[in-house]
């Protein structure tokens, strides 16, 4: 069974006091890891793609980096608008129900000015 | 770009009355459509996956005759709440593969069901 634990449960920030998310995986046969922004009431915003260990990507102020067991998602300089819940989900190549995603159960970020 | 819309994005009813929600993808054929429920301060829970054309697969422990899904096309999925009760009271999420990124699910809005 696929499974992703993520840490910390929650991180306070001053803004532009830079720090990282971490997401720890077991998966059987990894197809995607996947980073979602999420704000209070509202669908996950999607962030970034990583399909195998050694991949970066990078979008503003997050990068997002894999190995085999697990990503992190480093923020540097983080501004107020930052502040929401990181989602990290990993999809196998195991299962019936194709594309299914496994979440953790995130990370709250608090950015202070 | 790779939209997904949810409509209604809030629905309040009487216990008893049924709901249906639909999700769209805006500018891509999605190839397969799933429906998530969310408690607060939880994660996402998933309910269904659907691929146009053919029945959804549901999730353990999730009621089929319950949670009626429909997905008539590439661009639409529909879930129907029947004969709800204040239990189904939750943030449901629609999600769409097919977009511009290879796996990857895009997310909906959200809807906002309260049951009286």
């Known amino acids: 069974e696929d499974q992703v634990t993520q840490s910390p449960e929650a991180l306070r920030l001053q803004e532009g006091e830079s720090s990282s998310l971490n997401c720890s995986y077991t998966?059987?046969?990894?197809?995607?890891l996947f980073w979602y922004r999420q704000d209070p009431g509202k669908g996950p915003e999607f962030l970034f793609t990583?399909?195998?260990a050694g991949e970066e990507k990078e979008k503003e102020r997050l990068k997002a980096t894999l190995t085999k067991k697990e990503s992190f998602l480093h923020i540097t300089a983080p501004k107020p608008e930052d502040s929401a819940t990181y989602l990290c989900?990993?999809?196998?190549?195991?299962?019936?129900?194709?594309?299914?995603?496994?979440f953790g159960q995130g990370t709250i970020l608090t950015v202070h000015p | 770009g790779a939209v997904v819309s949810q409509h209604p994005s809030r629905v309040i009813c009487k216990s008893g009355t049924s709901v249906k929600i639909e999700c769209r993808s805006l500018?891509?054929?999605?190839?397969?459509m799933f429906w998530y429920r969310q408690f607060p301060k939880q994660s996402l829970m998933l309910m269904a996956t659907?691929?146009?054309?053919?029945?959804?697969?549901?999730e353990q422990g999730v009621e089929k005759d319950k949670f009626l899904i429909n997905h008539a096309s590439l661009t639409l999925s529909t879930l129907t709440v029947t004969s709800a009760h204040p239990e189904d009271s939750s943030f449901y999420i629609c999600?769409?593969?097919?977009?511009?990124?290879?796996?990857?699910?895009?997310f909906g809005p959200g809807t906002r069901l309260l049951v009286l």
């Open positions: 999600s769409a593969r097919g977009g511009r990124v290879r796996e990857t699910q895009y």
């Open positions: 500018d891509f054929q999605a190839t397969t």
């Open positions: 989900a990993v999809q196998g190549t195991g299962g019936t129900s194709y594309g299914k995603l496994t």
């Open positions: 998966v059987s046969g990894l197809r995607g």
């Open positions: 990583l399909y195998s």
């Open positions: 659907s691929n146009e054309g053919s029945k959804a697969t549901y």
